[in-house]
């Protein structure tokens, strides 16, 4: 998975709290995405950054944040999490000289 | 609308029967297409990065190809370990930075 980890790989969470999800790479990539797979949407670009402390939303950002305080590490933030956010959490890293994109293992998400 | 789709959205063959599975795309402007293999349980993996209309790259049984409107992953003489999903994604000249993805083909090889 090309150095990269997941934190939780699985989580079941009640509605209304607040979850953190956890990417963390030792590739030195400057680009790292967060994207969600649902049962027929495919997979979907929530946030991406391209560097410490930048980031942008992407086509499905309505109800997650995303924090980078270090290249290595960034966090996905559901600050109240609802049933429509259970779904599969994919982090991706890129260093763009290629734009290839490299997924890790998934966080499997269900909000109850 | 940018937009990636996918077809057959399931595919069943039998081991060494040849086949190809088809991507089209509308967009504003391609910067790349993405061909990648998720197998259940797991993070898609990537496969083949093309940027140009004829442009082609092989690995193994695969070949993946590009046109103007769409690209084609075919598969020669499969074997049961071929068995995945497969993803095509696009990345937008312009747009935000992340992939446009398909629904992706669920290929089935049987023994």
């Known amino acids: 998975d090309a150095g990269i980890t997941q934190s939780p790989r699985h989580k079941v969470t009640e509605t209304g709290t607040p979850v953190t999800l956890r990417c963390h790479q030792t590739?030195?990539?400057?680009?790292m995405y967060w994207y969600r797979q649902d049962p027929g949407h495919g997979l979907r670009l929530i946030h991406y950054s391209y560097g410490v402390k930048d980031t942008d939303k992407g086509e499905v950002s309505d109800g997650y944040s995303v924090s980078r305080s270090k290249t290595e590490d960034f966090l996905l933030t559901l600050e109240s999490a609802t049933s429509s956010q259970t779904s599969v959490y994919f982090c991706?890293?890129?260093?763009?000289?290629?734009?290839?994109?490299?997924f890790g293992p998934g966080t499997r998400l269900t909000v109850t | 609308e940018d937009q990636v789709t996918q077809s057959p959205e399931a595919l069943r063959l039998q081991e060494g029967e040849s086949s190809s599975l088809n991507c089209s795309y509308t967009v504003s402007g391609l910067r790349g297409l993405f061909w990648y293999r998720q197998d259940p349980g797991k993070g898609p993996e990537f496969l083949f990065t093309l940027y140009s209309a004829g442009e082609e790259k092989e690995k193994e049984r695969l070949k993946a190809t590009l046109t103007k409107k769409e690209s084609f992953l075919h598969i020669t003489a499969p074997k049961p370990e071929d068995s995945a999903t497969y993803l095509c994604?696009?990345?937008?000249?312009?747009?935000?930075?992340?992939?446009?993805f398909g629904k992706g083909t669920h290929l089935i090889i049987q023994p």
């Open positions: 991706a890293i890129s260093d763009r000289v290629t734009d290839e994109q490299y």
């Open positions: 994604a696009v990345q937008i000249k312009g747009g935000a930075d992340g992939l446009t």
């Open positions: 590739e030195n990539h400057r680009y």
